[in-house]
């Protein structure tokens, strides 16, 4: 079986600086996998490449097998690539349910009228935002404006879901309540890769870890694993419980 | 439901008034109506693309030109209904062109581009005329009224606001919205970001060359210098910005006023007519980025809100 | 006659190098994208004109009169039309929209101007309008003149951005403008003496044009739009590149005003514009985007 996402030989270059250097790695229908590093490492260059909103300089990115590397960013969305941002990206003059439907009007085979409403609402619900889709996204709070930006990613029906730091920024309490929603998510199958760089949330949800620095890959396996080895612990230090 | 019924059919019983009016006027009244009927509707096509994208096209009289020399030239050859649509459909390739060639970039681009087109046209009319046919200048013959230009401009000016209005309740409406917002989100959603602005672009185009073509009969003797004044781009540009550009009624409330005060200044102060402009428009720019609806809005909330609009949230600090 | 076309088109060259420059300093620096830039350098014409032909001053002394002139009127353009609309942009974001919206009004107060005092006519005089002749082609001396200015005001512009500590300054800001306060530079004021800086640049290449064309009050945009296609050609803000896509639309335009058509010199400057924009979007000099 191939894998559902398939990295291989992956380059990234800004000018004359190489940000993503011979990335190889990949995802299994179904599993959920931390994205790991350092501040810089490359991470979320990596993700960047596979929603589309960074053109490698060299590489393949293949979703079930297929190439999508270099295409643009609404195509690999309606190849079925959803994705959250690092820092939060709402639609602010929209209103909540406005924010999801967006996503339900313009994924493959869309939604539009009172049916995408109807299923704007359900996944409303679903991220715990019951009743909230007259508001203007503008005036919800952080931990609901992610709430709404994970619906929204949902609202794709995404075969591959991309977090980037979507847990970080949150208290304790919210933290708690993300992690069982993400957990939620893998309860239905979703196959999930997340940028992350909260250990706690990390060990919860990820059965398996690849960890980066300086744009290269230098671990990849089992989460605990991973996160045990000399050379992971040694990029990480002095940050490793950021 | 009933609501729109009841929107519908008011907007019929308007437009019947509208067309039965000019029986009531001189020859004046009625060109004074048709020419005021041509703004609204560049000013509201204009806005159609211009106003949710906020690139600004500085292309009007280009596309305007296009349809009224298409009919200069043609008027003598083809019966009149197929002019308009050859008109029509050398305005939507030129749209086409151009919006290929610099919608997928940064709006700056777009300006620059649309910005000398008008002047490229007509560079290249005079040209084709001047080597080729070997007479710049042609007459229009065409036996159509004043007021049966006014009746074709009021119906072009009513699909126009229908579409407007058709846009705003469809997925194209919703996408204008998100890449509004955000384009970045708008990709990520699945949303051909150059599509959809190429296809308003068009649409846009397109009426704007058939009210050239629409009003040229007017004229009677046509040439190059009349047809592509920049004036007209000026003008429609300023009148959808004082209504507002993103309401469905502000480049019509905008047109109005601003017409009426034109033909006024046009006709008083020939010689200082480009300066009032340039003057009137910077001021609008700075006064009202919004427009007047935006700007009448904001004073009616006003009294009705005792919290001051711009209180921070705080959000920077969580970001 | 290659060497005809190759001079002569070096030389238009000069002059549209160094309005571009004018230009690119100030959309790259203060980010007024100017559209009023053409009258600008339309209404210097006129100014020499009439120091020429009223007063009596030559055009290389009127640089004198002029160029202080234009330097306080861009100062004042910016501090009066363009800083209200980059104090309202940091909470809007909107100085693109918002400038050339606004230049687009000056550009008709400008005009109109221009009509009211001069009409609609084409305007020249004559000046050094004798032949010289440069490795066996004739041009005309007032066209040599201006090239020599051109390469004496661009070259001082290059130098003073490239090896001054004001230069730095300059740069910086068209760099990081968000940075650039941390290093303790004034932005507001390097922004202001940019726009300024170019509209003096727009005068000279207006003189220079007057020198050697006829023009009238309505033909700015054709000059915005050279000066525009310039820029872009070589890339926002790299003055360089101005200087080495200037020289070489001189060199197009000559080469299609000898060979094809004197009347389609505008359409080849377009096709030239056209082709960058779909292959090299930032310049034939520019690093490429994305």
């Known amino acids: 079986m191939t894998a559902l996402l398939a990295i291989e030989g992956l380059y990234k270059q800004f000018g004359g600086l190489t940000a993503v250097s011979d990335v190889m790695f990949s995802v299994e229908e179904g599993e959920i996998v931390a994205l790991l590093g350092p501040n810089g490492s490359g991470k979320t260059t990596v993700l960047n490449m596979i929603s589309g909103a960074l053109v490698p300089t060299a590489g393949h990115i293949r979703l079930a097998g297929a190439e999508i590397a270099g295409l643009a960013p609404h195509r690999i969305a309606h190849r079925g690539v959803a994705r959250t941002f690092q820092l939060v990206r709402i639609l602010p003059s929209l209103t909540v349910r406005e924010n999801v439907v967006a996503a339900l009007a313009f994924r493959q085979n869309g939604l539009w009228g009172t049916d995408a409403e109807r299923q704007a609402d359900a996944l409303l619900e679903e991220v715990g935002l019951i009743g909230r889709g007259g508001e203007k996204a503008d005036d919800l709070t952080y931990i609901d404006q992610k709430r709404m930006e994970l619906a929204r990613a949902l609202a794709a029906e995404p075969r591959l879901l991309l977090l980037d730091e979507w847990l970080s920024g949150l208290n304790p309490t919210e933290l708690r309540v993300g992690i069982d929603l993400i957990l939620s998510l893998r309860q239905r199958g979703m196959t999930i890769l997340l940028v992350e760089h909260i250990m706690e949330a990390v060990r919860a949800l990820c059965t398996r870890a690849v960890v980066m620095n300086a744009g290269a890959i230098i671990a990849d396996g089992p989460t605990v694993a991973v996160l045990a080895e000399p050379d992971v612990v040694r990029a990480y230090l002095g940050e490793a419980d950021a | ?319 | 006659m290659p060497t005809t076309v190759l001079i002569s088109g070096l030389v238009l060259g000069g002059t549209y190098a160094l309005i571009a420059m004018g230009l690119t300093l100030q959309y790259g620096i203060s980010r007024i994208m100017n559209l009023a830039y053409g009258e600008t350098i339309i209404l210097f014409a006129f100014g020499a004109f009439l120091l020429f032909s009223v007063v009596g001053i030559n055009p290389l002394l009127g640089l004198i009169f002029i160029l202080p002139v234009a330097f306080a009127l861009g100062y004042g353009i910016y501090g009066i039309m363009m800083q209200p609309l980059v104090r309202r942009s940091v909470k809007t974001g909107n100085l693109e929209v918002d400038s050339i919206l606004a230049t687009f009004g000056l550009l008709f107060v400008i005009q109109g101007v221009m009509l009211v005092f001069f009409g609609s006519n084409y305007t020249s005089y004559n000046y050094m309008n004798v032949g010289v002749n440069v490795l066996g082609t004739t041009i005309a001396a007032n066209r040599l003149l201006a090239f020599a200015l051109a390469v004496l005001i661009g070259g001082a512009l290059y130098l003073a951005l490239a090896h001054t500590r004001w230069g730095t300054r300059v740069r910086a800001v068209a760099v990081a403008p968000n940075s650039a306060p941390l290093v303790g530079i004034d932005v507001n004021k390097t922004a202001r003496f940019a726009f300024a800086l170019g509209t003096m640049l727009a005068a000279s290449g207006g003189v220079m044009i007057s020198m050697y064309q006829t023009f009238t009050a309505s033909m700015g945009v054709v000059f915005t739009m050279k000066a525009l296609v310039v820029v872009i050609m070589g890339g926002l803000g790299n003055l360089m590149g101005a200087l080495v896509a200037g020289l070489l639309l001189g060199l197009v335009e000559t080469f299609v005003a000898t060979y094809i058509d004197p009347g389609l010199t505008l359409a080849a400057t377009y096709l030239i514009f056209l082709s960058v924009l779909l292959w090299r979007p930032s310049g034939l000099f520019g690093k490429a985007a994305r």
Request: hydrophobic content about 60%; charged content about 10%.
């Open chain 2, 1 to 319: 439901m009933f609501r729109t019924v009841l929107a519908v059919l008011f907007f019929v019983g308007a437009l019947a008034a509208l067309a039965w009016v000019p029986t009531q006027f001189g020859a004046y009244g009625v060109g004074l109506l048709l020419g005021l009927t041509g703004y609204v509707t560049l000013a509201s096509a204009w806005a159609l693309f211009s106003g949710p994208t906020r690139y600004v096209s500085l292309a009007t009289v280009a596309f305007f030109g296009i349809g009224a020399y298409t009919v200069a030239v043609l008027s003598e050859t083809l019966p009149y209904p197929v002019i308009l649509l050859v008109a029509a459909a050398i305005g939507l390739c030129v749209a086409l062109v151009v919006g290929l060639a610099t919608l997928r970039l940064a709006g700056v681009y777009f300006v620059i581009f649309t910005f000398g087109l008008a002047e490229l046209v007509r560079q290249l009319v005079t040209w084709y005329e001047v080597n080729v046919t070997g007479t710049l200048g042609r007459y229009i013959f065409l036996p159509i009224s004043g007021e049966q230009i006014y009746w074709q401009l009021l119906a072009l000016a009513a699909v126009t606001i229908g579409i407007g209005w058709a846009i705003g309740r469809s997925r194209i409406g919703l996408a204008l919205k998100v890449i509004g917002d955000d384009e970045v989100v708008a990709a990520h959603a699945g949303i051909n970001i150059a599509r959809v602005k190429l296809t308003l672009f068009a649409v846009s185009a397109t009426i704007i060359t058939l009210v050239g073509a629409i009003q040229a009969p007017r004229w009677t003797y046509v040439e190059p210098s009349i047809v592509f004044n920049q004036t007209i781009s000026f003008l429609t540009l300023i009148m959808a910005l004082l209504g507002g550009a993103n309401r469905l009624w502000g480049p019509l409330l905008g047109a109005i006023p601003l017409f009426l005060l034109f033909e006024w200044l046009s006709a008083n102060f020939p010689n200082h007519y480009s300066i009032i402009l340039g003057l009137l428009f910077i001021a609008i720019v700075f006064v009202m980025p919004q427009g007047v609806l935006a700007m009448v809005e904001k004073l009616w909330k006003r009294p009705a809100r005792s919290v001051p609009e711009n209180v921070p949230v705080g959000k920077e600090v969580v970001q």
